[in-house]
């Protein structure tokens, strides 16, 4: 039996090149960077080297990147630590709804701690409205995190204009309001400059695009003040205590140069596959339908909904001819509730059970495609003919006949 992974929005493969630059860092050059040592200026300058890669692939400064265990770490360090860093000044969030569980996790936590959290609408396009964004904005503001594309329907959201709003508010004396985006879904999928968009600070982890699990970064723009969530030593310019895992940076690094160098062929790849995989499954499976804003979104995300039949169902019978896909975040897993995201762009709940996921990755292939378009339409009629809301809509059908 065929394997197919399509589900590279919830973790990749990691590439030869990263594992090869990797593979020194745990059997030769093994030493603690902050050691004085031969062996720990050794690991040092491997972490320097690779906070530099990552600097380059952001168009950032160095000393701008700080390596944490991954994006939820980064995106609770962004929120939490701006929060706790501007509490005299104002105690007032703006995000979305269909922000990762770590953003709205930590959202919730502050709320707890006396923080005031305004959840933005996305609807049906699955976008943040400008004129939300102003409406919501107080003087008491001092976040604004909004992811730059969606991890489930892959839709992109408006920074730039975002944080032209945020300019105005400061020209006009509200100077401690930050932009924080989460851009684990974007990073490696389309191009992500922070000077261009505009943000303060930014989130991404390795294991999205082909490196290791475990290791992440958040950007902060020099000038911006975050309090540290990780205390202990003075690691990360003391924004981030523990001892660095030197195998895992270097590894993040890698994965940074090689998408900078192989960006613009890798978004081609994955728009080609899925446009291919989307325009073949509507021709040969009736009743399914795109969600999400299909012009504004990155190039390896296609989320479909399959009418009168359960995404989990479809998950499954995949599986079992070799081919993984998913229902919707993989941080979510096992929560019997449709996907947030998808209520939130106005999906009726028992259409929000129905979606999949399909995400391409670099080692993505035309014939794994082939094989998943040969494969799912008799999987779709086979649990069609199950379901209880198909039998019901053929017996309402008949009784109008008659």
């Given at each position: ?8 929005s919830?973790?990749?493969?990691v590439d ?19 050691s ?10 491997a972490i ?6 990552v600097a380059?692939?952001?168009n950032?400064?160095?000393?701008e ?8 770490e ?25 922000e ?8 919730a ?7 005031r959290?305004?959840?933005?609408p ?5 976008v ?10 107080t ?16 839709t992109?959201?408006p ?5 032209a ?6 020209e006009?004396g ?7 985006t989460?851009?684990?879904q ?25 490196g ?16 540290s ?18 195998p895992l ?80 975040s993989?941080c979510?897993?096992?929560s ?20 999949l ?5 670099q080692?993505n292939?035309k014939e ?7 494969v ?27």
């Amino acid at each position: 039996m065929k394997r197919i992974y399509l589900d590279n929005s919830a973790s990749t493969r990691v590439d030869d090149e990263v594992t090869q630059a990797m593979l020194p860092y745990f059997t030769e050059a093994y030493g603690n960077a902050s050691s004085t040592h031969q062996w720990g200026q050794q690991a040092r300058q491997a972490i320097e080297d690779a906070r530099q890669q990552v600097a380059l692939l952001l168009n950032a400064d160095k000393t701008e990147i700080t390596f944490l265990s991954g994006g939820t770490e980064s995106d609770n360090l962004a929120i939490k630590g701006v929060a706790e860093s501007n509490k005299e000044r104002g105690r007032h969030i703006i995000t979305s709804q269909i922000e990762h569980p770590a953003v709205l996790a930590s959202c919730a936590h502050l709320e707890k701690q006396g923080c005031r959290v305004t959840y933005l609408p996305v609807y049906r396009e699955g976008v943040v409205r400008i004129e939300d964004v102003r409406e919501a904005l107080t003087d008491e503001t001092v976040l604004i995190t909004v992811m730059h594309a969606n991890n489930e329907i892959g839709t992109i959201q408006p920074l730039r204009e975002i944080a032209a709003l945020i300019k105005e508010r400061r020209e006009a004396g509200q100077k401690h309001l930050y932009l924080h985006t989460d851009a684990v879904q974007s990073v490696g999928k389309i191009p992500v400059d922070v000077k261009e968009l505009g943000v303060d600070l930014l989130t991404l982890t390795a294991h999205k695009i082909h490196g290791p699990k475990g290791v992440g970064v958040l950007y902060v723009r020099r000038g911006v003040r975050i309090a540290s969530q990780m205390h202990g030593g003075h690691h990360e310019r003391d924004r981030r205590a523990g001892t660095e895992s030197v195998p895992l940076i270097v590894g993040m690094g890698k994965a940074a140069e090689l998408v900078r160098l192989h960006l613009a062929e890798r978004m081609e790849h994955a728009r080609e596959l899925r446009d291919y995989l989307e325009e073949e499954l509507f021709k040969r499976i009736p009743d399914i339908s795109r969600n999400g804003a299909p012009e504004r979104r990155v190039p390896n995300i296609a989320n479909l909904n399959f009418d009168h039949v359960e995404g989990e169902g479809l998950q499954i019978s995949l599986d079992l001819k070799g081919v993984a896909v998913s229902t919707g975040s993989a941080c979510s897993s096992g929560s019997t509730e449709p996907s947030h995201v998808l209520m939130a762009i106005g999906l009726p709940r028992d259409t929000g059970y129905g979606s999949l996921r399909f995400s391409f990755g670099q080692y993505n292939t035309k014939e794994d495609v082939d094989y998943v378009l040969e494969v799912l339409p008799a999987v779709v009629e086979k649990l069609r003919r199950l379901s209880p809301a198909m039998k019901k809509k053929q017996t309402a059908a008949t009784a109008d006949q008659a």
